[in-house]
T-cell receptor, first 112, second 113 residues
Framework: AQSVTQLDSHVSVSEGTPVLLRCNYS??????LFWYVQHPNKGLQLLLK??????LVKGINGFEAEFKKSETSFHLTKPSAHMSDAAEYFC??????????FGTGTSLTVIP | KAGVTQTPRYLIKTRGQQVTLSCSPI?????VSWYQQTPGQGLQFLFE???????NKGNFPGRFSGRQFSNSRSEMNVSTLELGDSALYLC????????????FGPGTRLTVT
């Protein structure tokens, strides 16, 4: 069975400091993994995806994530937080049957 | 390309009524999935349709149903509405190509009173 665990429900950072949002996955095979962002009262926007190519994946808005099979992790990072990054972030794993399993989300607050 | 569109964006219904929500996927996408998002339960998968057939189903009661038309547009129906059905209903489409990422619509906010 596939699942993801987002290790932090809330993360606060100061503007200009690095962002780290943690995600561990469980999968019986090499997974497809995604990060989505949701701003208030909006739908979800794809940030980046991993599909068994390069382990370091670059996404939009300066975000990137590294797939670490040995640690079953897919943490999301950004070198310098911007006020506009404040949102809810979801880590997602896709099953072979094309079903997507969402984490519980991490709320990111950026302090000016 | 136009994104995923959902109609209506907001809806207020009374307990016991039924409701139909509509989703138009990105042109060329054949898979449409529906999710329910609430503050308490987060994002929960309802069902997925691919080429007019239900391919996956989440753990929701039979009051929740859906269908997909030949042009890939999809509808979901909730009968006998309950207060707990108040939620943001999100639709997502994906292509049958590699990557299989989903693209989400803005959602329909359903309030049941």
């Amino acid at each position: 069975a596939q699942s993801v665990t987002q290790l932090d429900s809330h993360v606060s950072v100061s503007e200009g400091t690095p962002v780290l949002l943690r995600c561990n996955y469980s999968s019986s095979y090499s997974p497809s993994l995604f990060w989505y962002v949701q701003h208030p009262n909006k739908g979800l926007q794809l940030l980046l995806k991993y599909t068994s190519a390069a382990t370091l994946v670059k996404g939009i808005n300066g975000f990137e994530a590294e797939f670490k099979k040995s640690e079953t992790s897919f943490h999301l990072t950004k070198p310098s937080a911007h006020m506009s990054d404040a949102a809810e972030y979801f880590c997602v794993v896709r099953s072979t049957g094309n079903q997507f399993y969402f984490g519980t989300g991490t709320s990111l607050t950026v302090i000016p | 390309k136009a994104g995923v569109t959902q109609t209506p964006r907001y809806l207020i219904k009374t307990r016991g009524q039924q409701v139909t929500l509509s989703c138009s996927p990105i042109s060329g996408h054949r898979s449409v999935s529906w999710y329910q998002q609430t503050p308490g339960q987060g994002l929960q998968f309802l069902f997925e349709y691919f080429s007019e057939t239900q391919r996956n189903k989440g753990n929701f009661p039979g009051r929740f149903s859906g269908r997909q038309f030949s042009n890939s547009r999809s509808e979901m129906n909730v009968s006998t509405l309950e207060l707990g059905d108040s939620a943001l209903y999100l639709c997502a489409s994906s292509s049958s190509g590699t990557g299989y990422e989903q693209y989400f619509g803005p959602g329909t906010r359903l309030t049941v009173t």
